[in-house]
């Protein structure tokens, strides 16, 4: 599990947020709370099949931690970090770089005219965000939608479930969405001064044309921009990928280069 130092102050640049390898080949971040953290505490996992691209391999850096500052976490998701329940882990693939962070820049995002239409099309569902909680009628859902989405075969228990999907050490909230009192999705988003972070979005698949997905995401850049949040982080963004498709419906956004630099996607050298 990972230890972490208390807050300091500490004046950053862009290219503070950059790893840097120090000697006895350690690698080291710096955050603007928490100042220089070395990356000692990381694993890399063994090659598996990537979920992204069918027929190839993938290779993470993988840490866990059972709590984990919010702030924290931001400056890791400049360097490339995901969540997944207690789990923190980004692509290190050595024969394939096509795995990108991708953030929308809130001060800038205008809704679209195909974005507002999907906003009309819901205009009957009712958004509630509170803390997160799983239970079995959001089980039930969640298992449908991996069946009827995904293709899923596997019936993980409802333990398993709420320990892998709903377990978080970061400060993380749920949206839920109904018809009267019919739920038809739930999302899990992790909150920070600097940004908000979509974790998992699932819905009823029955109600494909609503295009909830896209609709979930709208109510998180909502949410975002009422608490003058400057950033939204949607994961990952794999361009021949389709169920990604959606994130760069979301504009301006911006990709992580090789060298930890956000760029518009205007400006990428990938």
Not at 201 to 210: G, K, S, T, V
Request: aromatic fraction near 16%; proline fraction near 5%.
């Amino acid at each position: 599990m990972f230890a972490f130092l208390p807050p300091r102050n500490h004046s950053v640049t862009q290219a503070d947020s950059r790893i840097m390898h120090g000697q006895r080949g350690v690698s080291w971040t710096v955050s603007p709370f928490y100042g220089p953290v070395e990356l000692d505490f990381l694993v890399t996992s063994e090659a598996h099949s990537c979920p992204y691209r069918p027929g190839m391999d993938a290779v993470e850096q993988v840490f866990a931690a059972e709590a984990f500052p919010p702030e924290l976490y931001h400056d890791f998701m400049d360097i490339g970090f995901r969540r997944s329940g207690n789990y923190f882990y980004r692509p290190m693939c050595s024969s394939c770089l096509e795995c990108r962070s991708i953030r929308v820049v809130l001060k800038e995002f205008r809704l679209s005219k195909s974005l507002r239409r999907i906003l009309r099309k819901n205009l009957d569902v009712t958004v509630s965000i509170d803390a997160p909680r799983f239970s079995r009628n959001k089980y039930r859902l969640y298992q449908y939608y991996l069946h009827s989405r995904h293709a899923a075969t596997g019936a993980d228990s409802f333990t398993s479930v709420r320990k892998s999907l709903y377990a978080s050490p970061v400060h993380t909230v749920e949206f839920e969405y109904r018809l009267g009192l019919r739920l038809i999705g739930a999302g899990l988003v992790d909150v920070c001064s600097r940004s908000l972070s979509s974790v998992y979005m699932f819905f009823d698949p029955d109600l494909a044309n609503r295009s909830l997905g896209t609709f979930a995401a709208i109510q998180e850049i909502l949410f975002a921009l009422q608490l003058n949040i400057p950033f939204y982080y949607l994961g990952f963004f794999v361009a021949d990928c389709k169920a990604m498709n959606y994130k760069a419906r979301f504009k301006p956004h911006e990709y992580l280069d090789q060298t930890f630099v956000w760029r518009g996607s205007a400006e990428e050298t990938w």
